[in-house]
């Protein structure tokens, strides 16, 4: 179990250029989420995953963000017509929910995008 | 929504001393997550704790659901505790995390 991982990195674009990240999450882990994060303060969510079926999507997913996760296993985000303001740190989070109620989150080490 | 408030926003520590962050939340809570946000961004899982006491080495929390907050604590701190430490509290089956603004602590040696 090598924990979530996410790709690229770090991200720098111009204005206007599409980006795609990846996020893949601990393996079984049925349950994905992206979450936005700019400086000072804490990560906003975005939108999540059961499975493959995406429940659930912010405001703040505005019609120029779409997420996929095709088969239930890793995850992207794309970014079209990049603006300024979409410089924030892109977070991936995955959990095994459970009837049960358990569902604790384990965070990937993120996606640093700045848009020049 | 649910508001999530932390306090104090900024701690300033001596190597060696102890102390108390707080989380509290506006409406009941299914779940809370403690962590701790390191310089390169990571966040590191601290404890999943909607309610009652754990204990894991120097670090501690309490979640009493009923009066909705919850406690960390930090005991004889280390130059390396130093980062944001983040409450984040779930209130639907979904899941989806509500994070309060963080708690920046400084432990100097």
């Known amino acids: 179990d090598t924990g979530v991982s996410q790709d690229p990195r770090h991200k720098i674009t111009k204005r206007g250029q599409n980006v795609t990240f990846r996020c893949d999450p601990i393996?079984?882990?049925?349950?994905l989420y992206w979450y936005r994060q700019t400086l000072g303060q804490g990560p906003e969510f975005l939108t999540y995953?059961?499975?493959?079926?995406?429940?659930?999507k912010s405001r703040l997913l505005s019609d120029r963000f779409s997420a996929e996760r095709p088969k239930g296993s890793f995850s992207t985000l794309e970014i079209q017509r990049t603006e300024q303001g979409d410089s924030a740190m892109y977070l991936c989070?995955?959990?095994?929910?459970?009837?049960?109620?358990?569902?604790?989150?384990?965070f990937g080490p993120g996606t640093r995008l700045t848009v020049l | 929504g649910i508001q999530v408030e932390q306090s104090p926003p900024d701690l300033i520590l001596q190597e060696g001393a102890n102390s108390t962050l707080r989380c509290n939340f506006s409406d009941s809570v299914n779940n809370l997550q403690w962590f701790h946000q390191n310089p390169w961004g990571q966040l590191i899982n601290l404890f999943y704790?909607?309610?009652g006491t754990k204990q894991n080495g120097r670090l501690s929390a309490t979640t009493v659901a009923t009066e909705r907050y919850s406690l960390l604590y930090i005991s004889s701190s280390q130059t390396t505790d130093s980062g944001v430490y983040f409450c984040a509290v779930t209130y639907n089956q979904g899941g989806k995390l509500i994070f309060g603004q963080g708690t920046e602590l400084s432990v100097k040696p």
């Open positions: 995953f059961q499975n493959e079926a995406q429940l659930e």
């Open positions: 393996s079984e882990h049925n349950r």
């Open positions: 704790i909607p309610s």
């Open positions: 989070a995955s959990s095994l929910g459970r009837t049960s109620g358990y569902n604790e989150q384990f």
